[in-house]
C-alpha cells in the first residue's frame, strides 16, 4: 500500500524505527537521506528549512504538515496502518504503551546512548551516560523476561526499542548481562520487516561513512 508520506532519514539514526513500522505495516513511503551533520539533503537544499531542530526522524503528510518527535510519529504512524495494530487504542493499553515510548526515548535514548554515541561528548558525560547503564537496562531485563514484545504483541515500541538497542555494538555496550533484552534483540533482528530495515540501513550507512571518509581526504 503506498501512502503519501516522505520521512526524512538518516541511516541506522533513530529514524530507522519509523522505517520499520512502514514495513511491518507494508506500507510503502518515500524515504529521503537527511544528512544531520551537515543539515543538507542529498539534493544539497537545507533541512533546517524544514526541521528547524535539524533532527530525523521528520515525517511530512500529504498536506505538507510536518510532524517531529519519534514519540508522536510512530503514534501517528500506527494510528493510519490500523489493520496493522502496531499501537494500542485507548485506556491503560494505550497508556502503557506511551509509558515505554517515554522510557525508550528519554532513559534510554537521550540519557544513555545519545551522549556515547556523540563524538564531541567530553568522556564525564560519557562516564555520567555509562553510570546509568546498569539501573535502566535491569529494568529493562525484568519487564523482558519471559515477555515476547514490550506490549502484549509487536508494536511501534518494539521499533524503537530495537532500533536503540541496535547502537549497543556501537557504544560498547555487551548486552550480556541481561539475558532478556540480549536474546529480546535478537528475536526483533529475525523479524522479516525488521531485518529488512536494518540491513537495508547499515548498507547506507556504509554508503554515508564512505562518501564522508572520502570528502575528509
Ligand atoms: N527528540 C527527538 C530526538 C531525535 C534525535 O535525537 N535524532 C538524532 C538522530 S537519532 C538526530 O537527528 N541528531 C542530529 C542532531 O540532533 O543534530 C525525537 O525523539 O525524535
Known amino acids: ?27 510503502d513511503i518515500e ?28 515525517l511530512e503528510v500529504d498536506d505538507g504538515t510536518l510532524l517531529t518527535e519519534n514519540s508522536a510519529i510512530l503514534q501517528y504512524v500506527a494510528e493510519c496502518l490500523p489493520a496493522a495494530q502496531l499501537a494500542p487504542a485507548s ?15 528519554t532513559e534510554l535514548h537521550k540519557a544513555v546512548y545519545m551522549p556515547l554515541l556523540d563524538p564531541k561528548a567530553p568522556e564525564a558525560v560519557k562516564a ?13 531485563q525484568k519487564h523482558l523476561a519471559g515477555r515476547e514484545f514490550v506490549l502484549d504483541r509487536f508494536s511501534i515500541a518494539d521499533a524503537y526499542l530495537t532500533t536503540i538497542l541496535n547502537w549497543s555494538a556501537a557504544v560498547g555496550l555487551k548486552l ?28 547506507l550507512y556504509q554508503k554515508e561513512q564512505a562518501h564522508q571518509s572520502a570528502v575528509r581526504q
Do not use: H
Not at 532519514?9 to 506500507?27: D, H, K, Q
Open 1 to 27: 500500500m503506498k501512502l503519501p508520506m516522505k520521512l526524512y532519514f538518516s541511516p541506522l539514526a533513530c529514524s530507522l524505527a519509523s522505517r520499520i513500522t512502514f514495513y511491518e505495516a507494508g506500507a
Open 31 to 58: 524515504y529521503l537521506y537527511a544528512d544531520t551533520k551537515t543539515k543538507r539533503l542529498e539534493d544539497g537544499s537545507d533541512f533546517l528549512a524544514i526541521n528547524p531542530m535539524g533532527q530525523v526522524p521528520t
Open 91 to 105: 485506556g491503560m493499553a494505550r497508556a502503557q504503551l506511551q509509558k515505554w515510548l517515554g522510557f525508550i526515548g
Open 128 to 140: 555520567y551516560a555509562r553510570d546509568k547503564i546498569p539501573l535502566r537496562m535491569d529494568c529493562l
Open 176 to 203: 550480556t548481562p541481561w539475558p532478556a533484552v540480549a536474546a529480546y534483540y535478537q528475536r526483533m533482528l529475525q523479524r522479516p520487516a525488521v531485518g529488512r530495515a536494518v540491513s537495508e540501513e547499515f548498507a
